[in-house]
């Protein structure tokens, strides 16, 4: 069975320009989520969908991030423009069920560098 | 607030001695869930392990133990006979019911280095 598989695992762009970043989860899990890394700090929740609706989005840091589920199976993250904070490690992980004890299967992220 | 701190940045650990990952958590809700998650330089987040708050029992997983302490708030990872593969960072996490079954809050991590 294929995991959750991310795509770049590595971008490097300048400042102002956009960026997309996709997800795949696993086949079959309703839940999808994004973290981010930024350097040295603790992972931060980004945002979570529930099939193709996004269940909580408190986490985006700003209207510079667009997320999207197309149909409920894969997922983006734009970063239009980019800003040199938004450097660092973006994990996508997916689960199945809707419990407290959510096991959260990741990606490879995708470091993402603003020049 | 919720919160989570692991306050070692790095360890060094001879190969087959056990070690210990410190973690302390914070949070107002009675129903909450506590993980560990293990990175490798590959990249990828492995789960370790799970403790729920209201279990009585500390996790067990293999090598992998939750030495789970609620009063003190603390819920630290043992590895035992550690090995060279161990290698990774580490990082602590919870959930938690009631402020929000869609979060889950990481710690800023350990990097553990096993020495052969």
């Known amino acids: 069975e294929a995991g959750v598989t991310q795509f770049p695992s590595h971008s490097v762009i300048e400042k102002g320009q956009t960026v997309t970043l996709r997800c795949d989860p696993i086949s079959g899990h309703d839940n999808l989520y994004w973290y981010r890394r930024v350097m040295g700090k603790e992972i931060k929740f980004l945002l979570h969908?529930?099939?193709?609706?996004?269940?909580?989005e408190s986490g985006m840091p700003n209207n510079r991030f667009l997320a999207e589920r197309t149909g409920g199976t894969y997922s983006t993250l734009k970063v239009q423009p980019a800003e040199l904070e938004d450097s660092g490690v973006y994990f996508c992980a997916s689960s199945q069920g809707r419990g407290l004890i959510e096991k959260l299967f990741f990606g490879s992220g995708t470091q993402l560098s603003v020049l | 607030a919720q919160k989570i701190t692991q306050t070692q940045p790095g360890m060094f650990v001879q190969e087959k001695e056990a070690v210990t990952l410190d973690c302390t958590y914070d949070t107002s809700d009675p129903s909450y869930g506590l993980f560990w998650y293990k990175q490798p330089s590959s990249g990828e987040m492995i789960f370790l392990i799970y403790?729920?708050?209201?279990?009585?029992q500390n996790a067990t997983e293999g090598r992998y133990s939750l030495n789970f302490q609620k009063a003190r708030k603390s819920a630290n990872l043992v590895i035992s006979a550690s090995q060279l593969g161990d290698s990774a960072m580490y990082f602590c996490?919870?959930?938690?019911?009631?402020?929000?079954?869609?979060?889950?809050?990481f710690g800023s991590g350990t990097r553990l280095s096993i020495r052969p």
């Open positions: 996490a919870m959930s938690s019911w009631y402020s929000s079954a869609s979060k889950i809050i």
């Open positions: 969908f529930v099939k193709e609706s996004k269940q909580d």
């Open positions: 403790q729920g708050s209201y279990d009585q």
